[in-house]
């Protein structure tokens, strides 16, 4: 079991930054694959962001990349979204999310833990 806690939501002017922080915890919780996922209200939970166990790849989506940095600490087992430039249409419900295995995914459905989630309000 991997259990996940995020951090870091509230709320933003556009055009500001934030940086969201999940701890990791649990059987072999640095051996994993990551992603960051959000929710906008009435709309179905979608990819962000992910990265490999290592750290030496990662994934973005297209709406978020040159924004957005997905980034880990296997030590602390803590993984990191650094967002800048941010939008109204960033504003959801940020989630983490961990594979059991050490690739990274694109797809919600292959990810095996998740945590409770962390609200982002970006202002117009």
């Known amino acids: 079991q991997v259990q996940l806690v995020e951090s870091g939501g509230g709320l933003v002017q556009a055009g500001g930054s934030l940086r969201l922080s999940c701890a990791a915890s649990?059987?072999?919780?640095?051996?994993?694959?990551m992603g960051w996922f959000r929710q906008a209200p009435g709309k179905e939970r979608e990819f962000v962001a992910a990265?490999?166990?290592?750290?030496?790849?990662?994934y973005y989506a297209n709406s978020v990349k040159d924004r957005f940095t997905i980034s880990r600490d296997n030590p602390k087992n803590t993984v990191y979204l650094q967002m800048n430039s941010l939008k109204p249409e960033d504003t959801a419900v940020y989630y983490c999310?961990?594979?059991?295995?050490?690739?990274?995914?694109?797809?919600?459905?292959?990810?095996?833990?998740w945590g409770q989630g962390t609200q982002v309000t970006v202002s117009s």
């Open positions: 999310a961990a594979r059991e295995v050490r690739i990274a995914s694109t797809m919600k459905n292959e990810y095996d833990y």
């Open positions: 990265i490999t166990w290592s750290g030496a790849s990662t």
């Open positions: 649990g059987r072999t919780a640095s051996s994993n694959a």
